[in-house]
């Protein structure tokens, strides 16, 4: 907590020097005036009152147009580690266990996923190395346990593939290419991608399972592209995968015929703004026709893996977490290898796919939620793509 404390510190002096003035990083208003007014940064959006947005999207759209920007970006996450995750997550210590208890609600995500809540345990952070710092605190809680993660390999895309019967994209997901490279080599018309190349593919397919704009794009990639290089990469994806072109249109004609998105199963979102006469709250509802069924069915499917694998698993294997499309169990490590096989094999299997697309899932295993290793299993045998 001191080390956080200290580099919090230092990054708001920083930001004070690079604004040339003080100002409370955390208020709303004197930033919105700071950027927008003094600055004079461009506005990205506005609040339901009317005010220059802030959040952290909103920056991460100005973040190559002045270096206060990025300062004010890394001190954010340093402040939410400390009192969301840090002293938040010590005041949840449970005084009898030890433990952290999480409350896991059913009926709050309109996804259908399920929702933690008191304290979130879904959104501990990962991407840095202060973040990581808060996954090595997740240990199991006997000696010679170790904790295991079974995590669906890009469920979306296998299911966006599934459901548009995208002739490419069933090809590559069959052939167990690395789907982003793939992407990536068709998007940029080589053979030799390079790791940035790779990196916009993969925003590109995940983006567009959203209805990702050409405005969009440009915030998501931190502004190294502009608004027509990237409206020609959108172009140049649907000419690629015609199949999810044809996908987004039909899904969209569809919940504005019926009102109402469903996942592979039949179970139903209605989306009444799908007419409205306001641009914003149309184009949000168009987003939600074309993700619903996406997004649902990855819900569906690791809910059913959940009830068969409570069925059949040993005792002593305890599920402690869901992390949307992630697994998380504790266990001695003398079961590991009976039960890890059983895990792919339900989660695999839970529910079978439109054109034979195949599921996988990636198996870790550690002493922590951090440091953990790769298990080969039967059923999971191909390197990591994500």
């Not at 002096?13 to 003094?38: D, I, R, T, V, Y």
């Not at 299997?349 to 953990?372: C, F, I, R, T, Y």
């Amino acid at each position: 907590m001191r080390t956080l404390r200290r580099s919090w510190k230092k990054l708001e002096k920083e930001a004070h020097q690079l604004a040339g003035k003080p100002f409370n990083l955390n208020s709303p208003k004197q930033l919105a005036e700071l950027l927008f007014g003094e600055l004079g940064l461009p506005v990205q959006r506005k609040t339901p009152t009317g005010q220059p947005a802030t959040d952290e999207e909103a920056l991460q759209a100005l973040a190559h147009l002045h270096p206060l920007i990025e300062t004010l970006l890394r001190y954010r996450e340093l402040y939410k580690l400390r009192y969301t995750y840090g002293e938040g997550l010590l005041r949840s210590i449970h005084p009898k266990t030890g433990r952290i208890h999480t409350v896991f609600q059913q009926a709050v995500a309109a996804t259908g996923r399920l929702s933690s809540q008191n304290p979130n345990l879904q959104n501990i952070p990962i991407r840095t190395e202060q973040g990581k710092a808060f996954r090595r605190a997740f240990v199991a809680g006997q000696p010679g346990w170790v904790l295991l993660s079974a995590d669906y390999s890009q469920i979306e895309l296998r299911i966006a593939a599934a459901l548009s019967g995208d002739p490419q994209l069933l090809e590559d997901f069959r052939a167990g290419r690395d789907i982003h490279t793939a992407t990536a080599q068709r998007l940029f018309g080589t053979h030799d991608v390079t790791p940035e190349m790779r990196r916009i593919a993969k925003t590109v397919n995940f983006g567009i399972l959203y209805g990702i704009t050409a405005h969009g794009l440009v915030q998501r990639l931190g502004g190294g592209l502009s608004r027509t290089e990237a409206q020609q990469l959108i172009d140049q994806y649907f000419h690629r995968y015609p199949g999810i072109k044809a996908y987004i249109e039909k899904q969209i004609a569809r919940v504005r015929e019926t009102g109402y998105a469903e996942t592979l199963l039949g179970r139903r979102r209605y989306i009444p703004h799908i007419h409205s006469q306001n641009k914003a709250q149309r184009a949000e509802a168009e987003r939600l026709a074309i993700n619903t069924p996406i997004q649902g069915t990855a819900a569906d499917m690791i809910k059913l893996a959940m009830i068969r694998l409570a069925e059949k698993l040993t005792p002593q294997a305890h599920l402690l977490l869901q992390i949307h499309d992630e697994l998380v169990w504790e266990m001695p490590a003398s079961v590991v290898e009976e039960v890890a096989p059983l895990i792919v094999q339900e989660m695999e299997g839970a529910l079978p796919l439109p054109h034979q697309v195949p599921v996988e899932v990636e198996v870790k295993v550690g002493p922590n939620w951090l440091d953990m290793s790769p298990l080969q299993t039967q059923s999971s045998k191909l390197p990591s793509k994500e």
